[in-house]
């Protein structure tokens, strides 16, 4: 019997996941004061004299404790580390293309902090530019309580 | 003090996939869909029929060739009665409890599939070794997934 | 192996329903800091760091990535690995290969899971065969409920038998403080208690916990030097199955069964002829209470279909002749990521002395270890006291 040829066949699945992923002690108090309080926190180890964000309970370099005791407020403005422009738009993105979003080194900080740039034209942008951090006044307790940053305002 | 206000944060991940049934599982598939037939493969070296068939013999690591075509009747190797309601992922709804699944291997077939049973979910009622026959959708409703298995059910008459 | 291993420290989290107040880097960073102190090591000694959880049931993939700062593994060499259900062991196994190979002293190996964060049921229907199970992915409860209904029907066993097991696994898990699930059940209470899936009912059902356990692996000088009861991997073995070959639920099945196949190899490779007598105490990984009884035959602690004669007549308890599970088991506490680790930092407990109240009250030489994965494969070592020089 001769094996006939069968088309090539394909099946169309797919698998939706929630989850929900706790913060912890530090993390909870840096997203409760980031929504009441409109202050980013960082923690700071003292044996590196390093200041992380996001703030974190040990210390990668040196695996000390970090405690609340540690938190230090940094920012609401920072220095723009580098950035780019998204063209291209896919379902998962939470913004539609184009969009521009950057890492920012906050006052303060020493790791940076990725996350939207917005009021400015991508052409106008360079690194090193001061921006700050504009609150959304209806805030949840999620990184989106920070809409975006954009450019410091001259004074 | 007021107790420290404890932050998760809800996250959705849906992801879509398409799957490349190969070879050996399109024409399993087609074949199930299209004209209601099981095929397995048979080993060479071994002689193991197996159904959903496979390229390779995982024990004689050699290529499986030499279709069978397996009938639509077989024994029954093991059930349970499920009291969860467990979701459906066809229809997204849970099942409707109790209900019986279990494994059934058909005549010629070495491999067993699992799968729901139609039977008074009463362990007085289901016995390993049972008869059972397989009961597929109406074509114009498979599509070419062991979902158009019905279920099996009990051959009457026998014991 | 090429050059001796010995677990020279060891820690667990307080195993529970519930962690809110630690995010996933915290809950293994408990765990780490604990196997440091056990070992009286820090972090700087450590030469590399192995992680594992069960992927993605934490809705978050490459947990590498977050947690290497909790566990020591900033600038570090090291893996992730993610087998399922035998992680824990793996790991263990993966870390005895970094140290008997001669490259690496002292390895941290790291497991966890903090179930309550992820979708474990929309996960594990993920990991069922897109084309052969993800239609039936709702249904599957029933592996190990059909395992059971077949273990009645081939010997004669009755459901008061894995009620018995769940038994001693709950009122040994009341002796151990790490343990999840601490119940005072009888076997009434289990066969009063709702059925799930015939014939398991839900005091027969492992947890889903959320914790993590970690343990430090050095060789022999290291061990020697810094530890006064170092525990010996003297040897593993892993063994897989076919894939979606579920016979293994039928347990009259002749063919070659992953869990009889390693458990085979294992004792050629340490002459054990009976390992009723040559092992004193035996951590085993039972995703249900029936899978406990076909462990007793497949580890030939008995005949086929006999196993359930040794829980009638107490041999498995804790004080019994051939302990098995004094931990609690996984029927107590079910971090997956953890659990096989757990399995290897009990039964080094039971060989150091160190596990308290559950510890069995018999000199404790020599240990055996197993872990059950999702496609049916499992890992399994052996642990000793001594090691001659």
Redesign the interface.
Known sequence: MSDQEYPHFEVDQHITVKSNYYAGMIGSQFFVTLRDEKKILGTRCNTCNLVYFPPRSTCGRCFSKLTEDDFVEIGPQGTLETFTKVNYSEPVQPRKAPFIYGIIKLDGADTGMAHFIDEVNFDDLYVGMRVQAVFDEEAQATMLAIKYFKPLEEK | MTEQELISIPLMVDVPYRFAAGKYMSKFLIELRDNGKFFGIRCPKCGRVQMPPRVVCAVCHVKNEGWVELGHEGTLLGFSIVHLPLTDPTTGKPHETPYTYGSVRLDGSDSALDHLINVEPDINKIKVGMRMRVVLRPREERIGDLSDIIYFEPIAGES | MKRKVAIIGGGQTHHASH????????LV?EAVRAALADANM???EIDAVLLGNME?F???HMTDCWL???I?A??KPGLKITTGGTVGATIVVAGAHHVASGLYDKVLCVGFE?Q????S???L??VAH?????????????YF??????YM??YGAREEHSAMVAVKARQNALKNEYAHLKLDITVEDVLNS???????HLLEMCPTSNGAAAMILADEKTARERSDKPVWIRATETAHN??????W??VTTKKPIFSRVAAERLYKKLNVTDPTKFFDVFEIYEPASWAELVWYQDLGLCKPGEGFHLIEEGRTEIDGDIPVNPSGGVLSTNCIGASAMLRIWEAALQIRGDAGEHQVPKDVNWALTTAYGGTNWTVMTALSKEWDE
């Not at chain 3, 309550?116 to 979708?119: K, L, S």
């Open positions: 962690r809110k107040d630690v995010n996933q880097v915290e960073n820090t972090i700087d993605f934490e809705g978050c290497a700062d909790g020591g900033y600038g903090k309550e964060e992820g979708d049921s929309a996960i229907s993920a897109p084309l052969y199970g993800r239609f039936l992915a709702g249904a599957a409860v029933g409920a059909m395992m059971g209904a077949s029907q081939a709702r059925m799930l899936a015939y014939p398991i076919e894939q979606f070959e579920l016979d639920r039928d």
